[in-house]
């Protein structure tokens, strides 16, 4: 349930409510709004009676959360969260562009598609050094060498970094070089790692299930929250479907059904949604046409040469392509690229 409080209440009155609720057994996350503070709580409500917390001072409303996954509700937060790293928001008015190769493969290789991708707009660098491959004899990643490159491209040319965590031993390493932990799909019911996530205090980027529904994925990214770490954000990357034509089935219509039940940022990826390169660019754009918040996108200087996932990543020129007709889509919905 959330307790919603006067636009009026004190800073006491909301101390008062939260030690209520503690001593009632609930656990408490706080939301601060522009106009009114809400209190999420979580616990046995059995045996509460609501009006013993409607009748405190500043307790506007008491209201019970139906949806299994609290944090993550539009009940709990109504307004849509932003989340903030080195001045870049997401979920805000910009839609922003995550670009860069599926792995890192060379020093000479991530330095050409980071140059290339931020002189075209994008401000989030993606690129694997660990990589979750259907088989253990493809290409693995380079490791802590692979995410030092990522690192020292990215802050060449003024980015964020984003990668991918597989394991809970591996978010010490990953923290020193990431500004944004990524959780594959493959991960997105890995509730130890989700919850290490949660704790660790950085944005987490939670990939949707391959065949995950829209309640599952939620209460995937409830898991971090209840840790504390409310910098979630939400990546539609397609779903397995019967279709074979494509790699998978991106569901663009998650996209505005999400948004009305979370207030997280969602961020479509077209490159595995589609694992096809020329179905990438329209994808893309009606994601975004859509309402995501933004876009992920694979970039590679060389695809026929890529050691991981060159069908579906975009060349340069066409990147820059894609950049000029979001740049005409975006203003549409009064948004900025």
Same mark, same amino acid.
């Given at each position: ?148 490159? !990522?690192? @020292?491209?990215?802050? &060449? ?9 597989? %394991?809970? /031993?591996? =978010? +010490? ?60 954000? !939400?990546? @539609?990357?397609?779903? &397995? ?9 991106? %569901?663009? /219509?998650? =996209? +505005? ?62 990147? @820059?392509?894609?950049? &000029? ?13």
């Amino acid at each position: 349930m959330v307790v919603v409080m006067e636009s009026h209440a004190t800073e006491a009155q909301i101390e008062s409510v939260i030690a209520r609720l503690k001593e009632l057994g609930f656990s408490t996350h706080r939301s601060t709004g522009v106009t009114r503070t809400v209190i999420g709580a979580i616990g046995d409500k059995t045996g509460l009676d609501e009006r013993d917390l409607q009748v405190m001072d500043g307790v506007h409303e008491v209201v019970r959360i139906s949806e299994p996954y609290k944090l993550v509700s539009r009940t709990f937060r109504s307004e849509s969260t932003v989340i903030k790293i080195k001045g870049v928001e997401i979920g805000g008015e910009k839609v922003v562009v995550m670009a860069g190769p599926c792995s890192v493969e060379s020093r000479d290789q991530i330095m050409a598609i980071a140059e290339c991708v931020s002189k075209a707009g994008a401000t989030v660098l993606r690129g694997g050094a660990f990589k979750p491959r259907s088989s253990p004899y493809s290409f693995q990643g380079m490791g802590e060498e692979g995410l030092r490159l !990522l690192r @020292e491209a990215a802050d &060449r040319f003024g980015m964020l970094v984003v990668t991918e965590v597989m %394991d809970r /031993s591996q =978010i +010490p390493l990953i923290t020193e070089y990431t500004d944004i932990f990524q959780t594959g799909a493959r991960n997105m019911q890995n509730f130890n790692l989700l919850r290490d996530l949660g704790k660790a205090r950085k944005p987490v980027f939670l990939k949707r299930g391959m065949a995950a529904t829209i309640e599952e994925w939620l209460m995937a990214a409830e898991y971090v929250m209840s840790e504390g770490n409310h910098q979630v954000m !939400l990546c @539609e990357r397609g779903i &397995r479907t019967f279709e074979t034509y494509t790699r998978n089935t991106l %569901d663009i /219509s998650a =996209i +505005p059904v999400v948004h009305k039940l979370s207030h997280l940022p969602v961020i479509a990826d077209p490159s595995h949604g589609t694992g096809i390169r020329d179905k990438v660019l329209p994808m893309a754009r009606a994601a975004v046409a859509a309402g995501a918040d933004g876009v992920m996108i694979e970039v590679h200087n060389d695809p026929p040469h890529a050691l991981s996932d060159g069908a579906q990543a975009l060349l340069p020129e066409q990147f @820059e392509e894609l950049m &000029r007709e979001l740049r005409i889509i975006v203003p549409a919905l009064n948004r900025t690229i």
